[in-house]
């Protein structure tokens, strides 16, 4: 009786953990009809992955992100007249059959579907792209990002790691509009063997991409870093070009450089440069104890010479508090008299018994004084705070309350 007991328990716990585990269904369609529109508004025939067949093939391709240990399937779908394309899981170390490599595995001919089985691995940051003549149609556009999040889906880099308010990804590429000619990109196949010989121009990039985009297209499409003082964000970097690219972020970004290639770093690396070659990706952790406004770059540089051949800016503008927004006007307190010369009182109403917490900041967001304790009472409060706040200037005065409630306030000082 004890035995059948054990079994059945062992058998919920089995299935337990086998429903936490889902099954993710992607479908990609592999064209070779796209047109990319280029900062100079010319535009470039590109190959790429769409969702639909009314979809043109966008550089990057979609996304792909699942949780740990999902059970991932991808259907790609070739409609590319004539042209074989595969699928390389890079940095996923999965089998031979689903690695993409054609002549080591299969290729996907002209409307024929492919499919390839993996299992999300550690939470991290990874690439896929064409594996058919790859030099060339990764080139052309065929590759996009990976995306392992933790087991709960939430916003952590991975289970047991570190927390953060909102992430962004940094796709790294380049085009050579020489190589999006139908001479380079029209060419035969051979599957059958693992070397193609092909004649093509020297490699010398005219555009530099972040996402897709550069120069005033990083502006235009929004793909700059917004965030609040105190915020913490994680930064994905892919690096799918051929050049090498030298990422230095602002100082007061105070950038934690955390895992690379899907895998944590056993010591955090505090540096604002990020050195990242074709293939890699890095995981850094950024957040400002100040308000500002700079420029993430992006020093783009030859792997032969080392000479930097072009730098792209991300904008930066880190402003506000965390959580101001969300519980703005929860606090009930006022600041009397403002301006003021030397006594200042926080005013507060509570209709219970608690506590507050208050700091001050100038405005840059520096701390002047760090967190005070108070105890109130129902009703009005009133807490002198003049005291500390010894030069003249503009201040910020946050007020938090016991049940995580806050507000923050300027005041000025004559």
Known sequence: MLKKISHILFLLFLANILSAQNTVNISLIARNTGQKVLANQDTVRVFGFATSLSVQPNVPGPTIIAQEGDSVHIDVWNVSQGAPH????????????????????????????????F????????????????????????????????????????????????EKSFMLSEIDTNWHTDSVLLHDHDTSVAIHILEILDYKPQFFLINGFSDNQLVSENQQLTAAVNEVNYIRLANIGFYGVRVIFPANLNAKI?????????????????????????????ESS????????????????????????????????LN??????????????????????????????????????????????????????????????????KDKGQYLIKVTTKENQSEIKKAIKF
Not at 131 to 150: C, D, E, N, R, W
Not at 161 to 166: E, K, L, S, T, V
Not at 258 to 279: A, H, K, N, Q
Request: proline share 4%; charged share 15%.
């Open 324 to 389: 101001l927004d969300k519980n703005a006007s929860t606090t009930s307190f006022e600041l009397v008299p403002n301006p003021f010369t030397q006594e200042l009182g926080v005013f507060y109403h509570s209709d219970i018994v608690t506590e507050v917490s208050i700091e001050i900041f100038d405005v840059q967001g520096r701390i002047v004084v760090e967190k005070i304790q108070f105890a109130c009472t129902t009703g009005d409060n009133q807490i002198e705070i003049g005291k500390y706040l």
């Open 290 to 321: 100040v308000e500002f406004q700079d420029q993430i770059k992006f020093e783009y540089f030859d792997l032969n010479t080392q000479i930097v051949a072009n730098t792209q800016l991300i904008p930066v503008t880190v402003s506000g508090f």
């Open 258 to 286: 955390i895992d690379s290639d899907g895998r944590p770093f056993t010591t955090v690396e505090l540096s604002d440069t990020v050195m990242i070659y074709p293939g890699e990706r890095y995981g850094v952790l950024v």
């Open 86 to 117: 595969t699928i390389h899981l890079h940095g996923l170390d999965v089998d031979q059959q689903n690695d993409g490599v054609p002549h080591l595995s299969f290729d996907i001919p002209h409307m024929q579907h492919g499919y390839y089985h």
């Open 119 to 166: 299992k999300a691995p550690h939470a991290g940051t990874y690439l896929y792209h064409c594996h058919v003549a790859s030099t060339i149609h990764v080139q052309a556009g065929m590759y996009g990002l990976i995306i392992i999040k933790p087991t709960n889906g939430g916003n952590m880099t991975w289970n047991g790691g570190y927390d953060y308010i909102q």
